[in-house]
């Protein structure tokens, strides 16, 4: 559900795996998909294959597993359309950005349905039915929330595995998905306000300062919520920022420069929102997302 970069990346080689995929997606990507088939730029090659595609759920009826791989900001219209798709047994994986995922699809379908889970891979459409794959090997991160290793999620692993995405069975899948946004939401917020990518920002020794106090924040409203984080976690975030290449740019930086919809919600005010839940307080997030926040819909011409 949402052949983008992400979607289609995963959806594309799980489709060369043998699996019976199908695509959602629309515009113009979703007609080159079906007239083309799916085109996957990976670093050592490349492969088109054959996938069934459409913008419409209930051309295809019940399946096993929905991947969700909407932008977060999709959600309202994303999580009723996938309604064809829920037969008894469908479980549905969501990889998107932030923590809060689970809960509203859960509200929707149900928790007994749903796995988190968190994607980590650099790939984006760079031409309607062609996506390009920069991350040497796909991963992704899901579990069950309450930890145990159950049938359905050794079952979704394998797949994965078969279709070459290094997939990760978590007994601590909340641990996963927060210590995630301990490092994405400081990249990708003070990223975007700057106008700088995060490796280019931290080499400046404020910067540098600015994000350790934004991580520790992350890492202060987790560990209040319930996810403990340590000097360690703070440390190992900060580290993985500095070792993003010089320009590299995060995705809510992309769609900001783009003019397109933010997942500002989900990256940088959860973090302010969770806060005041557990009272903690997150003035550089609070900041951020001040700031960001005209710009949550897109610019106007591009709407």
């Not at 994303?78 to 829920?86: F, N, R, S």
């Not at 037969?87 to 998107?96: E, S």
């Not at 929707?108 to 980590?120: C, D, F, H, K, Q």
């Amino acid at each position: 559900m949402g052949a983008g970069g992400i979607g289609g990346c995963y959806g594309g080689l799980l489709a060369r795996a043998g699996f019976d995929v199908a695509l959602i997606a629309r515009g113009k990507h979703l007609g080159a998909i079906q007239e083309k088939g799916l085109r996957l730029v990976q670093p050592d090659g490349d492969f088109t294959v054959s996938v069934s595609a459409t913008d419409d759920p209930s051309q295809v009826g019940p399946v096993d597993l929905v991947l969700f791989s909407v932008k977060a900001h999709q959600n309202p219209a994303a999580i009723p359309l996938i309604g064809p798709l829920m037969g008894d047994d469908t479980t549905v994986l969501t990889i998107q950005n932030g923590v809060e995922s689970a809960d509203a699809i859960a509200q929707e379908y149900g928790a007994e349905r749903v796995l988190p889970g968190s994607a980590y891979v650099l790939s984006n459409i760079v031409s309607p039915g062609v996506i390009k794959q920069l991350s040497p090997v796909p991963r992704v991160a899901f579990g069950e929330s309450n930890g145990d290793r159950s049938q359905r999620a050794v079952a979704i692993q394998e797949a994965f595995c078969k279709a070459d995405i290094d997939a990760e069975l978590s007994g601590d899948i909340s641990k996963v998905l927060w210590s995630k946004l301990l490092y994405n939401s400081p990249a990708n917020g003070m990223a975007s306000a700057a106008r700088l990518s995060p490796r280019d920002l931290i080499e400046y020794p404020e910067g540098a300062a600015m994000f350790r106090s934004a991580v520790q924040e992350v890492a202060n409203v987790g560990t209040a919520y319930g996810v403990t984080f340590e000097d360690d976690d703070v440390q190992r975030a900060l580290d993985l920022i500095a070792a993003r290449p010089m320009g590299a740019r995060g995705s809510m930086q992309a769609d900001l420069e783009a003019g397109r919809p933010l997942e500002l919600e989900a990256i940088v005010g959860s973090v302010g929102r969770i806060g005041r839940k557990v009272n903690v307080l997150t003035p550089i997030f609070d900041m951020l997302y001040t700031l960001l926040l005209p710009h949550i819909n897109g610019s106007p011409e591009d709407r």
